[in-house]
């Protein structure tokens, strides 16, 4: 990564329009390594991946390449979520924004796998949302991650499967389901043990744990 940093530090390459689609690919890639990057600024990392992605897509047009210029729009929401400073609504706005955009491309018919990614994202999205109804936002989390859930079952994807069970939790808590939270809580905990991660089942236990004495303190 610290030489992906230092070379980039020196070009200006997410500044200018790319001229073939190998330019294209090159920011894409660069964008999504600096999205992932552990090493250096965080923030100016994740500044430097969305530069790069919107510069891809200034060429890489839905029209030309549907498929791609899904994969980036999903990119470039991801980097607008984990993006840790400025304005944090406005932010995840044009995450929604961009999740948004690339379903009209990632179908469910056609793309599943990569439309429950989108969907699980965009539900992230709406449940961090901090400005707007609230309740509104946590019905269409929750019926995102729901959708999600139709592709990522837990026989197929049981990592995806266990992670979306727990993100689903959280929704309905907050929502006020305490009963239907803590029967996702307990998938959530079930998947990440069937696939040996006994720590995130363990936090899935926690959090049953914490929603049943919440219940339990309403009576």
Excluded at 38 to 46: D, F, I
């Amino acid at each position: 990564h610290f030489t992906l940093l230092d070379w980039w530090t020196q070009t200006a390459i997410e500044q200018t329009t790319p001229q073939t689609t190998d330019e294209v690919a090159v920011l894409i890639s660069l964008g999504t390594e600096l999205n992932w990057a552990t090493l250096g600024n965080r923030t100016l990392n994740l500044r430097r991946s969305i530069a790069c992605y919107e510069s891809a897509l200034r060429v890489g047009t839905e029209s030309a390449f549907p498929s791609a210029w899904a994969g980036t729009q999903n990119n470039l929401g991801v980097a607008y979520s984990d993006l840790p400073t400025g304005d944090r609504a406005e932010n995840l706005r044009r995450a929604i924004s961009c999740y948004e955009s690339a379903l009209r491309v990632r179908t469910e018919s056609d793309f599943p796998s990569d439309w429950a990614t989108t969907q699980n994202n965009l539900g992230i999205a709406y449940s961090d949302l901090p400005t707007g109804d609230r309740a509104e936002n946590l019905r269409r989390s929750i019926s995102c991650y729901e959708s999600a859930l139709r592709v990522w079952t837990e026989s197929d994807f049981p990592s995806a499967w266990a992670m979306t069970q727990f993100n689903l939790g959280l929704a309905l808590r907050e929502q006020g389901g305490h009963d239907e939270s803590v029967e996702a809580f307990g998938c959530s905990a079930h998947g990440f043990e069937s696939v040996g991660d006994s720590l995130q089942a363990e936090k899935a236990r926690r959090a049953a744990k914490n929603t049943r004495s919440m219940n339990d303190q309403r009576f």
